[in-house]
């Protein structure tokens, strides 16, 4: 039960561009998405990272390779932490989606949406957060672990610590790049940041106290 870290991949070039890029081979970041990425190493300076978890897919693995160079590590790939299949969806303009019939019920009732001839999001729900717990078995309580993945992918994971029904993840913001921590116990999860994308983030080192699974009455003291 440990401390984990969900990023997101820095910008891509199919995210300048307007274009939802889904699985799509070679997409990489665009020079903005550069710029955040190299940015991570001081961003997370403070902070032990005891694995990195990485989907799949290009820009994923762009977007941690200075960090886990410069710590040493070597990152993970986890397929279940890939992006949703969009299937027909895929490498499509996102101005030309939102035109279509699904678009609502993305919007609306994101638990009912199946993408034709891809996956639904109740899916990718399951499959993220089972894998994400998987992990977090594997680590110790005072151990912080970062996941670099996707926006829904995030979005759902974040609900589910929330203990909000997948209907309400549209509510959730994640920018690029952006940093979002859970904090696992044994009775429940702690959303410690969402769409953190600001510097300094040593803060969320885990505290040590007698029981960490007790939420403060009154609100943390924000203390260390």
Request: with cysteine.
């Amino acid at each position: 039960m440990a401390t984990l870290i969900l990023l997101r991949h820095a910008r891509s070039a199919a995210n300048g561009s307007g274009i939802l890029a889904g699985r799509s081979a070679g997409v990489g970041l665009d020079e903005t998405g550069a710029g955040q990425a190299a940015g991570l190493v001081g961003r997370l300076a403070g902070v032990p990272l005891r694995e990195v978890v990485v989907s799949p897919l290009q820009r994923c693995q762009e977007t941690v390779a200075g960090l886990v160079a410069q710590r040493e590590l070597s990152p993970v790939v986890e397929p279940d932490l890939v992006e949703v299949d969009y299937g027909q969806w895929t490498g499509r303009k996102i101005s030309e989606l939102t035109e279509e019939p699904l678009w609502r019920v993305v919007q609306q009732h994101p638990s009912a949406a199946v993408f034709p001839d891809g996956e639904g999001l109740a899916q990718v729900q399951a499959r993220a957060v089972a894998a994400v717990r998987a992990w977090d078995r594997r680590l110790a309580d005072d151990e912080v672990w970062l996941a670099c993945t996707h926006g829904d992918v995030i979005k759902a994971v974040l609900a589910d610590a929330l203990g909000m029904h997948l209907d309400a993840f549209q509510r959730i913001v994640v920018d690029p790049c952006s940093v979002s921590v859970v904090r696992y116990t044994r009775t429940r999860p702690f959303v410690v940041k969402v769409n953190d994308t600001g510097g300094d983030v040593s803060a969320l080192v885990p505290p040590k106290s007698a029981d960490a699974s007790d939420a403060v009455v009154g609100g943390s003291t924000g203390g260390a």
